[in-house]
């Protein structure tokens, strides 16, 4: 991330001063979008990180090795936060502690207990508190949350949503000693990849009642945590729900289908479909005298392209909701349930028990710190070539 590889000299657009700690993948790739003026209102003032090698920038862009000498430098007016999850809850208080507007990477915390600590620093709502949930900004999600909003699929009655495209291999893992493991990460799949998909799930759906979950640790990688779940959800209505995921699966799936009283919707490959059920499916089968006839539907494809602004949006809007309290698209608060729903599936698989919401934060909490103190596992020594193929691919 230094200004020979970038190539580029300045610190981006003038207006918010914003400070960036953690230069790894993302926190680079964030860095990079404000220098190149990508997110007009925003100026790269300040980085952290730990590794001195990462912090070759700018002269106006000022440098340091520790975040609590960054946030009180009096250098920024808010701090993106991409360094390992554990550290989101620490950093995260501090800053907010310090009077800053915050915008934490996903997971906003490892466990649930954290992210309750961490939304209890923030005290003075005039700071912004914001949470890197880039999906959000997906047209195609959006038109499906609107969809069931707005009453058109009828209740909802089953969800299936297979998220097996998450493929990572041996050097992915490999790649950072925090990655996939109980001290580091806190979890696996669960924790890394699909905290986008639960928020969407909770942001499309909301909370279920309880969950029933088997997830396998290490099935396809040297890892002791998680790389491969199913969990079977119930919701108040009697809705059910089932989620997959897998890092091991190639070529993997991402297809969401939703089964409503008015017809299905399923999105899958860049096409949302909406088959839509003249008659509600129960009064169909209760009215009709024939003994295998279904609905009729109207078939439609909705136009829908490309997956919206994603990292940037969200950081525009962080900034548009600083200079001028625009909405935020996703309030850091809300993201304690994917974080919680991401615990529950853990807790339950573990326990081989179904596990009701609200999770008991306290006693997962105690879980996780059992799995860490009890981890016998060691991570095998990263590569030169393992970090830059993960590099590379990120971009
Ligand atoms: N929104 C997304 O699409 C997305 C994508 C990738 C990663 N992330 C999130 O970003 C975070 C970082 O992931 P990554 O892949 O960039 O990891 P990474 O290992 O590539 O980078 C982490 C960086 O943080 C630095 N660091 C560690 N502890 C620090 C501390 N206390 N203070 C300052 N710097 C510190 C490390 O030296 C490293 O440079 C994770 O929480 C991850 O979930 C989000």
Redesign the pocket.
Same mark, same amino acid.
């Not at 952290?48 to 590794?51: K, L, P, R, S």
């Not at 936060?81 to 999850?85: E, L, R, S, V």
């Not at 890197?132 to 999906?135: E, I, K, S, T, V």
């Given at each position: 991330m230094n200004k020979v590889r970038l190539g580029i000299i300045g610190t981006g657009n003038k207006g918010l001063r914003l400070g960036i700690? #953690?230069? #790894?993948?993302? #926190? $680079? $790739?964030h860095a990079r979008s404000v220098l190149e003026g990508k997110i007009p209102r925003m100026e790269l003032a300040a980085v952290?990180?730990?590794?001195p090698d990462?912090l070759e920038f700018d002269s106006q862009v000022k440098t340091f090795?520790?975040?609590e000498e960054l946030i009180r430098s009096g250098a920024v007016d808010a701090v993106l936060? $991409?360094?390992?999850?554990y550290?989101?809850t620490?950093?995260g208080i501090d800053a907010l502690k310090n009077g800053l507007h915050v915008l934490v990477?996903?997971?906003i915390s490892v466990h649930k207990a954290d992210c309750e600590r961490l939304i209890a620093a923030h005290t003075n709502k005039r700071q912004v508190f914001a949470a890197?949930?880039?999906?959000r900004t997906d047209p195609f999600f959006q038109k499906v949350r609107k969809l069931l909003r707005s009453g058109k699929l009828g209740e909802i009655r089953r969800v299936n949503w297979i998220v097996t495209n998450w493929f990572r291999t041996e050097a992915y893992y490999a790649? #950072?000693g925090?990655?996939a493991t109980w001290a580091g990460e806190g979890g696996g799949v669960l924790?890394?990849q699909c905290?986008?998909n639960l928020d969407l799930f909770q942001w499309i759906f909301g909370m279920p009642k309880r969950v029933r979950a088997f997830c396998t640790m290490g099935r396809y990688h040297n890892i002791e945590v998680e790389d491969d779940v199913t969990a079977y959800f119930e919701y108040a209505n009697g809705a059910t729900a089932v989620f997959i995921a897998s890092t091991g699966e190639a070529p993997g799936t991402n297809r969401l289908e939703i089964a409503g009283e008015r017809g299905r919707v399923v999105y899958e490959n860049d096409e949302l479909r909406f088959m839509r059920n003249e008659v509600e499916m129960s009064k169909f089968s209760r009215t009709s005298k024939q003994a295998f006839a279904t609905p009729s539907t109207w078939d439609v494809r909705i136009p829908l392209s490309g997956h919206g602004g994603?990292?940037n949006e969200i950081l525009c809007n962080f900034a548009n909701a600083i200079l001028d309290n625009a909405p935020l698209i996703a309030p850091a608060q809300e993201g304690i349930h994917s974080v919680e729903l991401a615990n529950a599936i853990l807790f339950s698989s573990l326990q081989g028990k179904t596990i009701e919401f609200p999770l008991d934060a306290k006693a997962y909490e105690r879980k996780l710190k059992q799995l860490v103190a009890g981890s016998k596992f060691k991570k095998p020594q990263k590569t030169e070539k393992s970090a830059s193929d993960? $590099?590379q691919s990120?971009r």
């Open positions: 700690v #953690g230069l #790894g993948n993302m #926190g $680079a $790739a952290c990180d730990t590794n990462k090795t520790r975040s936060i $991409a360094t390992p999850h550290s989101h620490t950093i990477e996903k997971p890197m949930f880039n999906q790649s #950072g925090w990655r924790l890394n905290p986008h994603q990292h993960f $590099a990120f």
